[in-house]
């Protein structure tokens, strides 16, 4: 809420040391820092004692809670002073400027000032300025007139305008000139004196000499009048004020005071006789100067800021000590310090002072003021552009000066504030003004405005004291007018406040609200429109206000001229009136500006109705035709305004292409007539329409207008215009309603008027009738009546009479009006009758229902409810209970009407129950015994079918069937009647899956005669007897012996089939024979796959029919049978292994030599178990039959003897092959049968030499020659074939294969690891000779053209390295960068061979070369980047480099601390792994691994490169790697030969997925890598492993690759974990 419009005195708060002392005639000045108070009176006197001003300067600070603080300045040291002062000027030109003129200097001497000062806030340093003199050419009083704009620019002779020294107004731009020097009391006296002794002709002295040459009789004469007035003073004016009082002069205040009159006389004869002298003696004087570049010195003016200048106006004083006033007009560009006097026509205000001015909108206003001769209360506006003064011809009370004024910004109109000063209240003039402390203001509307508001105080709260020359400013943050001292016949020093929000408003104000009228229950959504909204943060409240009523809202700021808003609900509170809308944002006030806004009773849907020909029968199709909703309050009363929200549906009944009838949407148009009216217009075809009119409530629901859905109809032949509102059709609708609310009235009027007599129930029912259609058509009389009222008015709205329609309305409503009091009259005098005859017919209805009790007791007692009744009794006894009920039912039909009629029937709900009852029990009855019926017919059906043709399952559908809908049938399941019915058919339903069983083909004559003795009864099955027959055993009595035979005849009719099917089948059951590879005389027997599958098959049928309770009709064939398939499955299966074994043996025992050689005992032992063999394998061929030769009586023994045999000697060759395994390592990574194939061709090479990439890591095959083509003789190898990429690498020269197999391979890796070192030794020799590293091209046809891929790759890796600490070696002159640039080189190199025309083993050796020289480049990167400087740096220490030693003629690699030789093995023109720094971290652990004589275990998740870095790194150190699959089903023995193969042929072997293995595996798999590593550690030969000694190779390699937290893996032992080194 705005604050009270009322004065409030301030407290000062802080240092009482800080008081400004009292005054008047100072300044307030607005700044950023607070307010600036400068100079004015406040009794000081000067050397000479003399009153005098003073150049203070505080800065005014307001607090919180009333409180204000002065604080004063400490200037800037460079800083000059102004002289002292009062009654000048201070404007504030800029943010941080304060701009003052003028003033009186001297009360005694009077003297006035024309100099201009500049405060620069932001640094506290005042400076005085330079006002420019008139440009040149222009001389004389016409250079200081204006003849055009404001501003005024010098130009120079080339045309170019001068920019001023303060053309930029502010700290950064000042005036650097020097100050006039203060002019004191004995100066002044001086040039009195002078001016006294020049006229007896004594010789003169500048004023500017000083005071000293003055003559006595002056000082005299001074010091006189200052006694004088000193004691004046002392006697009248009091302590308050100081000695300095009379500077002021004295004023009535509240009443008169003789001593404020004497000192007013004093004053003024002290003041006219100095001027007089001093003036006398100025005139003589030609010496005395002022500044030609300012205005007239003056005190009591006014300063205006209009753009970049100064309007000076009025004042009084002059040059030397003259006091006149002026009403010259001055302009002071701060551009360039330049006054003007500005030539102005008009009607120009008198010369004055103590007047006020203020600038607006590029005008200058000025008000009140005085001179000599008159004072003012007038109002004059300078138009600055035109340079015209006009009397504004509006005042303000009394004349008053030396008032104070303040403009304040208000929204919409700014406002300005006058207050106190001395004011002409008697008319009396200046000698009886008096002091005032009134407060006026001045509204600069389109019309200008004066108002005294008034104030909101208490009579007795304190107020500011009448005054006159206060200093007034405005805090625009709390909207509030400060005032500060004054003159009141005394100097004051009082702060007051007054808050004006509540008269300027905040700095927003609101100007309309659209929509500007809306319902009484609110939540509409309005726009409000207005300024300023953006200009105050804080939650928006709109208030409504009607006169003490008042409802808030809160709204939404848009933008800065918008808001919007729901309107609150004032439907309890302000109700349907209009309000004064408005504003407040955050902490500021309402606005003092308003807009209307109406509320009005919302519109009724039950209140509201539609009329018009769109509503009507008989319309022109396809016309446009129209209705109108007319919207009405709860009042029943018209709304006057619009925007009621409607959903209106228009549709016709059309035909679609289905041929369905269904309703199409028709277009209207809805007109809002903003009356409360709204027309609906719309065009149909022929045919009827339905419109439905929903009003949209305050709840946002759609609710009926009263008589809606209306049905109007349309056609091509109706009459002309009739869509009109004045067409035919309204006529006729008019004229037939008005007949139609007539006759009702005639007959209701007559009807109830029927006289009644005593007992006459149907007459007085008609008359109860007829009251209540009056009731219950009520609402549509109104309707109807309301529909012709708003017709007639349309019509009288068109032009079209309605008087004597209007006039029938009225007597027809008349009418309807007092029917409807008859009617009330006539239902309270037939109350009694009514009463009367409700009784009786109660009590008659009460009888009748205990009848209908009576009858329904004994319906339970009828013959139909009984079963053994029968069916012809049953259907009479319900035909007779129906027509009873019949004419139950019409006697209730009577007493219903009565009693809905006296509005009781729910008395008759008692007898409605037992009658629906009874009902219900004879319909279900009656179904039930329908349902017999049926039943009877379906099973007489039946049993007449002879025994071959029953079909078992049509007859039990059919009776599911009926038995369902015996279900289905809705009568007391407990009654016997339907315990009978349910009897019968449940037997049926056992009796149906009976037959169905013993229609089976498996019944013999055994399982008839089972069942005659069960039954006791017998007759002759045959396909002729009738199914009657059959009922007549009763078998639904013995429903599961009837089952057990049927299934037993089933049961053994299988066992029949399956054992004719047995022996069908396996006499066709023969063995296949194929011949002995080695032998084709001997054929080797074979039982075909889908035979093995027949047999198991056969073997569970039989089983099965063991577990059968039926066996015993075919006991002895089963067991006969479970024998004979017993044996055919043993013997088959056994002579399978015999004949496999002997085929692997023979093939060592027979046909090799070495076996034959190193196993002479075992082999003689074969050959008798060979004879044994082939005789058992005749024996089979000449029987061929699988079930006779497995069922002969000692077959069986004798396949066990035999194979016991064999198992003895294939014993003894793997403890051969174990022999074999320790004389050549690579043997233990084959399998048995791949070792044992090698053993038994180890004399033919060349069947050997496909076995290779089973034990050889890359090669696929030997290239062979014989010695003089001769191939009875043992090969030469003459080269090898790689398997992995395509290349072949000639040997330096032949390899012999002769000796054992295990001799001529040991040879094999020899020989390759000698070729490649041989070819590796040559090609480090010609990359050298020929220089091949300094030109990339021939670095890259080297590579192509290598013998072996892998030594280009070798000789690729020790050049790098060479390259690489040769650069270390020339750090100084930027070798390793250079290296790295050549590196670089290099690659680029290799690309571009890639982009010409190269065979694919050629591409994959330059494809690996890139790979690898990628990696170097990027590692040489790295040392650039982090300035490596020596090869001896970790960077470079932890790469892996190769190294040709020239002290051993080998190839070593090196990596950290871990020194391994290169190990030749061949690995083929395959791909090579990228290598990233992660796979340089990995190498680097992994070799320390081996290094430290452990294992290496890289762990991670599945995919991430785990084996593929483990091989990648064998590649590079060129050493056999052989992936083994971890298993589960892996023992500790195979892991024992893999420990045994690894360590003996110094291979590395790398375990995929260790933890898969079992615990117990780990465990001892623990103890067999230990072995290993400390007879590593030891530097052993040969160590036990697994109770065998080993040969122990160091270059062993182990790894283990784990997925951990996989589901079913294992965790490790701790003993085992401390073995590898883990890698994650």
Known sequence: MPFPYGWIKLNQSGDAERTVTPRAGHTLTPMSQGFFMFGGMDGRRNDQGNPAPNSDLFILKLGNKGEYEWQPIELDAASQVPPVRTLHSAVGTSPDEIFIWGGIHSAMPFQT????????????????????????????????????????????????????????????????VSGRGSISFSSLAGAATRAVSDRRGSSRTSVACGGAAGSKKWHGILQKKMGLMLNSTRGGAGGGGGGGASSMKMRKNAGPSPT??????????????????????????????????????????????????????GGHGGIGYSRRPFNDTWVLNLDNQRWTEMACHGNPPAPRSGHQAFSKDGCVYIFAGWNNELQFNDLFMLDVENKDWSDVDLSWGAPRWNCSLQLVEAIPSWRVFVFGGTADLTGEGRTGGIFDNRIGALELADQFRWSDPPLEMKPDEPMPAPREHSAICYDKDESRLII?????????????????????????????????????????????????????????????????????????????????????????????????????????DFTTTLAKYSYFLNTIADKSLCFGPGMLQEQQANQETRFVIQCRNQNGENRKSGRDEFVITVQQRVVNSEGKEVLRDVPFEVNDQNDGKYEVKYIADE??????????????KPQRIRGSPFRPTFSKMARNKANEHTGPVVTAWLASTLKSLDEFYQTTNTGHQTKLKD?????????????????????????????????????????????????????????????????????????????????????????????????????????????????????????????????????????????????????????????????????????????????????????????????????EDEIKSLFKKLKEVKVDRKSDCFTGVQDVVKKWTIFCPLIGELRDPAMRTRHWTQLMDLCGKSIIVTPDILLRDMWNLELHKFPDAVEDTADQAKQEMKMENVLKKLAKEWALVDFGFEPHKNNPEVLLPKLADDKFE????????????????????????????????????????????????????????????????????????????????????????????????????????????????????????????????????????????????????????????????????????????????DETQRPNAVGMNACVGKEFVPFPEPLPLIGKVESYLDKCIDWFRMALKFFAKKDIGEYYEKKIGADGVLRGKFIADSTAAQCALLVQLV????????????????????????????????????????????????????????????????????????????????????????????????????????????????????????????????????????????????????????????????????????????????????Y?????????????EFNRLVPEVLSVCTVQFKAVCDAIRAHQNRFMLQGDEIFLDPEIGCYITMNPGYLGRSELPEGLKALFRPIT
């Open 113 to 176: 000032l024309q100099d201009g000062w500049i405060l620069d806030t932001s640094c506290m340093e005042w400076k005085p300025i330079h006002f420019k003199a008139a440009p040149a050419g222009n001389k004389g009083a016409a250079a200081r007139r204006m003849s055009g704009q404001i501003q005024d620019r010098s130009v120079d002779d080339a045309g170019r305008k001068k920019t001023s020294s303060l053309k930029l107004r502010g700290s950064k731009a000042r005036a650097s």
């Open 260 to 313: 404020g009159n004497l000192m007013a006389t004093s004053e003024e004869q002290f003041h006219e006789e100095l001027v007089a002298m001093v003036s006398q003696g100025q005139k003589d004087d030609g010496s005395a100067s002022a500044d030609p570049n300012a205005p007239p010195p003056r005190s009591n003016h006014t300063t205006s800021l209009h753009e970049n200048s100064l309007i000076l106006f």
């Open 484 to 588: 500060f001292g004054g003159w009141a016949n005394k100097w004051l020093d009082d702060v007051w406040q007054i808050n004006v929000s509540s008269i300027v408003g905040p700095p927003y104000a609101i100007s309309r609200v659209v929509p500007p009228l809306g319902p009484v229950t609110g939540q509409m959504k309005v726009t409000v429109y207005g300024v300023g909204f953006l200009s105050t943060n804080g939650i928006v409240i709109i208030e409504f206000t009607a006169g003490k009523l008042s409802a808030q809202t809160q709204g939404n700021v848009i933008s800065d001229e918008i808001i919007e808003c729901l309107t609150p609900a004032v439907a309890t509170t302000i109700g349907p009136k209009e309000c004064q809308v408005r504003v407040q944002i955050g902490p500021r």
């Open 687 to 700: 045919g009827e329409v339905v419109v439905d009119v929903k009003l949209i409530d305050e709840n946002g």
């Open 759 to 955: 007992g006459d129930v149907m007459n007085l029912i008609k008359v109860m009738n007829h009251i209540k259609d009056m009731y219950n058509e009520e609402d549509t009389l109104i309707l109807r009546q309301d529909e012709i009222f708003e017709t007639l008015q349309q019509l009288d709205r068109e032009g079209v009479p309605s008087d004597k329609q209007l006039k029938t309305l009225k007597k027809t409503g008349a009418n309807l009006t007092q029917l409807k009091d008859d009617i009330v009259a006539k239902e309270k005098e037939i109350q009694p009758m009514m009463q009367k005859e409700s009784a009786k017919y109660k009590d008659e209805i009460v009888a009748f229902e205990e009848e209908l009790k009576t009858y329904q007791g004994g319906l339970r007692k009828e013959a139909y409810y009984y079963y053994k009744s029968g069916l012809e009794l049953a259907q009479k006894r319900l035909s007779d209970v129906t027509n009873d009920l019949n004419n139950f039912d019409s006697r209730m039909e009577d007493l219903l009407h009565i009693a809905t009629n006296f509005n009781y029937p729910e008395d008759l709900n008692g007898s409605k129950k037992i009658m629906t009852a009874m009902r219900e029990d004879v319909a279900n009855c009656t179904g039930l015994w329908n349902f017999e019926v049926q039943r009877i017919k379906v099973t007489e059906g039946f049993l007449v079918v002879k025994w071959g043709n029953v079909v078992a399952g049509d007859m």
């Open 1094 to 1269: 027949m047999l198991e098959e056969h073997q569970v049928q039989v089983q099965n029919m063991f577990a059968s309770r039926f066996l015993a009709t075919f006991e002895t064939e089963v067991v006969s049978w479970q024998k004979t398939l017993s044996n055919v499955a043993e013997t088959s299966a056994l002579l399978e292994e015999v004949k496999r074994s002997w085929v692997f043996l023979e093939n060592l025992f027979i046909y090799s030599d070495e076996v034959k050689k190193e196993l002479p005992d075992d082999t003689d032992k074969f050959v008798g178990l060979d004879m044994d063999v082939k005789e058992i394998l005749m024996n089979c061929n000449a029987i061929q039959s699988a079930k006779e030769f497995c069922n002969q009586g000692s077959i069986y023994q004798k396949l066990e003897k035999v194979m016991e045999g064999l198992e003895m000697c294939q014993k003894a060759l793997f403890e051969f092959m174990d022999g074999k395994k320790r004389s050549f390592p690579r043997f233990y990574f084959m399998s048995s049968n791949d070792l044992l194939d090698v053993l038994s061709n180890g004399n033919q090479p060349a069947k050997v030499v496909p076995q290779f990439p089973k034990f050889f890591i890359a090669i696929d095959s030997y290239n062979l020659e014989f010695p003089d083509g």
């Open 1359 to 1538: 050049s790098w390295v060479l390259l690489v600490e040769q650069g270390f070696e020339k750090f100084e002159s930027n070798g390793v960068h250079d290296a790295w640039q050549e590196q670089a080189e290099l690659l680029l190199k290799l690309i571009e061979l890639t982009m010409t025309n190269l065979d694919k083993p050629t591409r994959q050796k330059v494809m690996c070369a890139i790979t690898l020289d990628a990696h170097n480049r990027d590692v040489q990167e790295r040392l650039v980047l982090e300035k490596v400087e020596s090869k001896d740096a970790f960077q470079w220490q932890s790469m892996l480099k190769c190294y040709w030693r020239e002290e051993k003629d080998d190839a070593s690699m090196e990596i950290c601390d871990a020194i391994m030789p290169y190990g030749y093995e061949y690995l083929g023109n395959g791909p090579r792994l990228v290598v990233t720094p992660l796979t340089d971290r990995i190498y680097v652990t992994a070799t320390q691994s081996l290094w430290l004589c452990m294992g290496c275990a890289p762990q991670g998740p599945a995919g991430t490169g785990k084996t593929e870095s483990t091989k990648d790194l064998a590649n590079a150190v060129a050493k056999a790697c052989y992936v083994i699959n971890a298993a589960p089903e892996m023992d500790y023995l195979s892991l024992a030969d893999i």
């Open 1540 to 1552: 045994k193969g690894l360590s003996s042929s110094g291979t590395w072997g790398c375990f995929d």
